[in-house]
């Protein structure tokens, strides 16, 4: 067995190449027979000694200079309107592994080196929006922390670089210079994939120089450890193999075709463990997805919709007012339980007429406890005057007809009729029933968005379908809305 003569490491015999130290072993006086592979770069054969270099170059696994990059285009443009931004450290789990993976910059791919798989990021966009409100989902696959200052960090000596000064600015795919090193912080426009999602995004400040690279185009001068070839020879045949970024970790020897797993030192020295790094997004007004954008303008319009009715109604109303030329009379009951009860008549919630509210349908009485009669509601009051949940029906035309809906703590909810025949001397008789005397009793009484005068509006419908012990019935199917 054959021995290294130039750090001593047993090798096998025939052996051309020390796998330890690269050495060839006919150089360096040693017993492999045959002619050695070739040599990287063409370079002639040597002993690696410390301090002694090559003939004609750098020894074998010491970088060469990479060429320079060309200079980036400088062009900003100023943007009009509120500039925002959002400074974040960000992570995601493997899809595969469950590993963290930073995510420095905005990309569509997170690349795991744990198990050297890719995972589709669909949800950057909206992790950018809750981090932009201060906002996290619980149990999402994501991880975010944000910084109240645009200081994303130099990803050479983690310095915070101030971008202040850029912040209101567009479209320039440049570097900006760290403060401490001088090496150039990337900053882009935002991707159009992500634009589409986030309308409001601008500009990228920091994050990997891959990410600028891959979504920018931007060119850059990056650590020459990291990007230049490293030789090494195959433990099998001693061949020399040149080691790269882009190679497997796995990798095949051209001259014995063995498979040669890389060890751990030099994988780590062509890719180093990336940490997560703060990086910065701009964005003028509020940085929402295009979705929830799209909910909030159509909300708008509803509400704007909703505005313009509210004042076609008392513009209705009131002229309505004005031809009759009086007021009416207004219910109000007092009193919620069961069986017949004396009501008040009382002007407590205004006068008929005056309401922007608006009913259709009617309500149909024949027979005992109710007596006979037909009721076509115009109007509608809000609980919220007598501190109820619930609605009063009212006539404009026949001012002793009302019928009042509310929730009552023990039944759930309960209607109200008043007799319109009862009415003497200022008092009337009510009725009041729940769901155990009709067939069908649905009731729906529902907020509004719409406050007028601290009143918030209700809207709803009252469908009935009632037998009374007594023998008589009541029907009605009413909707109401804007009940004030």
Not at 27 to 47: H, I
Not at 276 to 301: F, I, P
Not at 445 to 464: A, S
């Amino acid at each position: 067995m054959a021995s290294c003569p130039s750090c001593g490491t047993a090798l096998s015999d025939g052996a051309g190449f020390c796998y330890r130290c690269g050495a060839h072993l006919d150089t360096a006086g040693g017993a492999g027979a045959g002619s050695p592979p070739p040599q990287l770069g063409g370079s002639p054969q040597w002993s690696p000694q410390p301090g002694t270099p090559p003939p004609g170059g750098p020894p074998v696994g010491v970088p060469m200079p990479a060429a320079p990059t060309p200079a980036p285009s400088t062009t900003w443009q100023a943007v009009q309107g509120t500039v925002g931004h959002v400074t974040v450290m960000m992570a995601v789990k493997c899809n595969h592994c469950a590993a963290p993976v930073p995510l420095n910059g905005p990309t569509k791919v997170a690349h795991c080196e744990n198990c050297y798989k890719e995972s589709p990021l669909g949800r950057i966009p909206e992790e950018l929006a809750l981090a932009a409100e201060g906002m996290q989902v619980m149990g999402s696959p994501y991880t975010s922390r944000t910084s109240s200052t645009p200081d994303p960090v130099c990803s050479k000596c983690g310095e915070g670089v101030d971008v202040t000064q850029y912040l209101n600015h567009v479209g320039a795919t440049t570097t900006i210079p760290c403060p401490k090193c001088g090496t150039g912080l990337p900053t882009f426009p935002a991707p159009a994939w992500l634009r589409a999602e986030l309308p409001m995004a601008l500009q990228v400040f920091g994050g990997d120089l891959e990410v600028a690279q891959q979504e920018a185009g931007l060119a850059v001068s990056v650590d020459q450890n990291q990007t230049q070839p490293i030789a090494m020879a195959c433990p099998s045949c001693g061949g020399g193999l040149t080691i790269t970024a882009e190679s497997e970790r796995t990798t095949s020897c051209q001259y014995c075709q063995a498979s040669v797993f890389l060890p751990d030192e030099l994988w780590k020295r062509l890719h180093p463990v990336k940490t997560m790094e703060r990086w910065t997004l701009t964005y003028t007004g509020t940085l929402k997805t295009a979705e929830d954008l799209k909910e909030q303008q159509e909300e708008q319009q509803q509400r704007q919709q909703q505005q313009h009715q509210q004042q076609a109604r008392i513009a209705q109303v009131t002229a309505k007012a004005q031809r009759a030329g009086k007021r009416g009379k207004v219910v109000s009951f007092l009193g919620a339980g069961v069986g017949i009860v004396v009501a008040v008549v009382a002007v407590a919630f205004g006068a008929v007429g005056g309401s922007c509210s608006s009913v259709e349908g009617k309500f149909v009485a024949k027979g005992e406890p109710l007596s006979k009669f037909t009721m076509r509601p115009t109007e509608c009051r809000s609980g919220q005057r007598k501190n109820f949940h619930g609605v009063i029906l009212l006539s404009e035309k026949k001012e002793n007809q009302a019928i009042k809906i509310l929730e009552d703590p023990m039944k759930g909810m309960v209607v109200q009729v008043q007799i319109p025949s009862s009415c003497k001397n200022g008092r009337c008789k009510v009725v009041t029933f729940g769901e155990d005397a009709c067939d069908t009793f649905d009731i729906e009484v529902n907020r509004t968005n719409t406050t007028v005068n601290d009143i918030r509006l209700l809207e709803g419908h009252l469908k009935l379908k009632c037998k009374f012990d007594e023998g008589g019935t009541a029907k009605a199917k009413l909707e109401f809305s804007s009940c004030d």
